[in-house]
Nanobody, 122 residues
Framework: QVQLVESGGGLVQAGDSLRLSCAASGRTFSSRAMGWFRQAPGKEREFVAAISWDGGSTAYAGSVKGRFTISRDNAKNRVTLQMNSLKPEDTAVYYC???????????????WGQGTQVTVSS
C-alpha cells in the first residue's frame, strides 16, 4: 500500500502563499489519481483539488479555483498543492489522498496521509 506524507503547512498571513507537498512510497502512485482534501475545526472534510494519474486533468473546489494549483511528478512520486492568495477561511488540516482509480473524482479515495496544518491569520 502506498504511504503518503504531507509537508509544507504552517502559519501565514492572508494574501500569502504556501506550497504543500505529498511524498508517496509504493508502486501504485503513478497509476492512480490523487487529491487534496481539508478539514477545518468543527466541519466536515471537504474536497479541494484532484489530478489524474498522468497530470493531464485537474479539478478544483469552487472556493479555491483560480488560487490553488495541483500538480504531480510521477518520477519523484510527489504531488503538490500550490496555494496563493490565502484567506483565513482556508485554515484547516490538509490531507493528501490516493484515489482507487486513475481518473478524476471527489470520492473513492482509499489511502490517506496524516495531514498538515495550514493556518491563515487575518
Amino acid at each position: 500500500q502506498v504511504q503518503l506524507v504531507e509537508s509544507g503547512g504552517g502559519l501565514v498571513q492572508a494574501g500569502d502563499s504556501l506550497r504543500l507537498s505529498c511524498a508517496a512510497s509504493g508502486r501504485t502512485f503513478s497509476s492512480r489519481a490523487m487529491g487534496w482534501f481539508r478539514q477545518a475545526p468543527g466541519k466536515e472534510r471537504e474536497f479541494v483539488a484532484a489530478i489524474s494519474w498522468d497530470g493531464g486533468s485537474t479539478a478544483y473546489a469552487g472556493s479555491v479555483k483560480g488560487r490553488f494549483t495541483i500538480s504531480r511528478d510521477n518520477a519523484k512520486n510527489r504531488v503538490t498543492l500550490q496555494m496563493n492568495s490565502l484567506k483565513p477561511e482556508d485554515t484547516a488540516v490538509y490531507y493528501c489522498a490516493q484515489r482507487r482509480s486513475s481518473s478524476l473524482g471527489t470520492r473513492e479515495y482509499d489511502n490517506w496521509g496524516q495531514g498538515t496544518q495550514v493556518t491563515v491569520s487575518s
